[in-house]
């Protein structure tokens, strides 16, 4: 029953005038671990900074301008920015206070529109589960189906009263749920519930567009709305690409930036799950377009970079002058397992952890190593990798600007690539630990 959807909270983006100055204002705990923020302003594919603050002995107040626009905020308390932050609503007529712990979140004290909000989504998602384990239990009982469609829809219904004149309207409005009228079967209710999973949603307004409430939608149904029985890798990639062209033509006609964004987010994900036919579709048939179209180099360059790397690839090849001779990695024989090892000898983890490996891959006969020295020069380099005797040995000078460097997008040191007997990508080990775990269980 893993295929059931369920509904994701996210938050929505806006772009009215506000009517007054107010804060947003909180503590952060442990106290200790929390020294600044800063709040942007969250629009269709991006964000624009608004203002920021210290945080002192834990509490914060953020002074939000009377011409700043309402919509959605978000919270930026440390670094990576995209890793470390929270969304809030903001509209304008009414300051925020909020309390915040790392296990917890964000908890709102005051502030009416994000009170609904999250009790709205808490709420609908425990009904949900309820029909999920209504399903998941075997019970076929009409009346225990029904009245589960009539909390679901008392639910939407209460909720939309309630948030009547409010930004949070828009999006309890876009959630509203499939609700049947009758008793349906497991199969027959997913697929009913894919039918009208966007009944409610207008891929065009601009508010949804801004937050990411609708590109989260668009990720839960490409990748969890997937026939029932489906056991093989290629049915399941099948079936998510048929997903995908049904959002290519939901957004076939919005801005190319907006399309572009969600896309990316496809890719990414697909990438990120070795989905690699849905992956490559998603970029030859939409992505490759738009990011020309919208002049996002990053974008191409991700991809071919992911292309070119990925497991099951073939490694771009290596080449090096041995008593002479040159030789590259696409003719080495005789190895069960190639490891490429990025190197520098200026640097101190380098030199800890390379020489361990050197010794372990004595028991592994049947691997060899490649390790490239990222270097400014030579001579340190040459008295280094004499210590490494059993390693194949290449230079890349220029260091992060090298050819190979760019070619393996390295931008750290130690980096391993295992390889099999054909060269093929198999593992990206992060330590020398795993490099040696990997060798040990699959071999």
């Known amino acids: 029953m893993k295929n059931i959807l369920l509904s994701i909270l996210l938050f929505v983006?806006?772009?009215?005038?506000?009517?007054?100055?107010q804060t947003i204002s909180g503590n952060f705990s442990p106290a200790?671990?929390?020294?600044?923020?800063?709040a942007y302003h969250l629009i269709p594919g991006s964000q624009r900074y608004v203002a920021d603050t210290a945080i002192k002995n834990g509490s914060f107040s953020l002074k939000i301008e009377q011409n700043a626009p309402t919509?959605?905020?978000?919270?930026?308390?440390?670094?990576?920015q995209e890793e470390?932050?929270?969304?809030?609503?903001?509209?304008?007529?009414?300051?925020?206070?909020?309390?915040?712990?790392?296990?917890?979140?964000?908890?709102f004290i005051s502030s009416k529109e994000n009170i609904l909000y999250n009790t709205y989504f808490n709420q609908i998602n425990e009904i949900e589960n309820n029909i999920i384990s209504f399903y998941n239990s075997g019970n076929t009982n009409k009346k225990d189906f029904l009245k589960l469609m009539s909390d679901l829809k008392s639910h939407q219904e209460n909720f939309e009263s309630k948030s009547n004149d409010l930004l949070v309207n828009t999006f309890i409005k876009a959630n509203a749920p499939y609700i049947s009228e009758k008793y349906e079967t497991v199969e027959t209710f997913i697929n009913r519930k894919k039918e009208h999973y966007f009944s409610e949603m207008n891929f065009g307004n601009k508010v949804l567009q801004a937050s990411e409430y609708l590109t989260s939608k668009i990720t839960n149904y490409v990748f969890t709305s997937l026939p029932l029985g489906i056991n093989n890798l290629d049915d399941t990639q099948n079936a998510i690409i048929a997903n995908v062209k049904t959002i290519q033509d939901k957004l076939h006609a919005q801005e190319k930036k907006y399309a572009t964004s969600v896309f990316y987010t496809l890719w990414k994900m697909a990438s990120q799950n070795n989905l690699n036919q849905v992956?490559?579709?998603i970029y030859q048939t939409s992505l490759n377009t738009l990011a020309l179209e919208t002049n996002n180099v990053e974008i191409t360059n991700e991809v071919k970079v992911h292309q070119r790397l990925r497991l099951g690839e073939i490694a771009p090849n290596l080449t090096w002058i041995e008593n002479g001779i040159e030789k590259n990695l696409n003719t080495l024989t005789g190895s069960q397992n190639y490891i490429i090892t990025f190197w520098s000898s200026?640097?101190?983890?380098?030199?800890?952890?390379?020489?361990?490996?050197h010794e372990a891959l004595k028991t592994h006969p049947n691997t060899k190593v490649i390790a490239v020295g990222l270097e400014d020069d030579e001579s340190n380099w040459l008295q280094e990798s004499k210590k490494?005797?059993?390693?194949?040995?290449?230079?890349a000078l220029k260091k992060w600007e090298s050819d190979y460097a760019k070619l393996y997008d390295i931008h750290q040191t130690p980096l391993y690539f295992i390889l099999n007997n054909k060269k093929e990508f198999v593992a990206y080990p992060e330590t020398n630990e795993e490099v040696l775990d990997f060798?040990?269980?699959k071999n």
Do not use: M
């Open 84 to 107: 470390f932050y929270f969304d809030i609503i903001y509209n304008g007529k009414e300051s925020i206070v909020l309390e915040f712990t790392a296990e917890n979140g964000a908890r």
């Open 439 to 441: 060798l040990t269980t």
């Open 32 to 38: 200790e671990d929390y020294k600044w923020l800063i």
């Open 279 to 281: 992956s490559d579709f």
């Open 13 to 21: 983006c806006c772009i009215f005038v506000s009517n007054g100055q």
């Open 346 to 357: 200026t640097c101190s983890h380098c030199l800890k952890d390379l020489p361990i490996l």
């Open 388 to 395: 490494l005797a059993d390693f194949t040995h290449v230079i």
């Open 71 to 80: 919509g959605i905020y978000r919270i930026v308390y440390a670094i990576p």
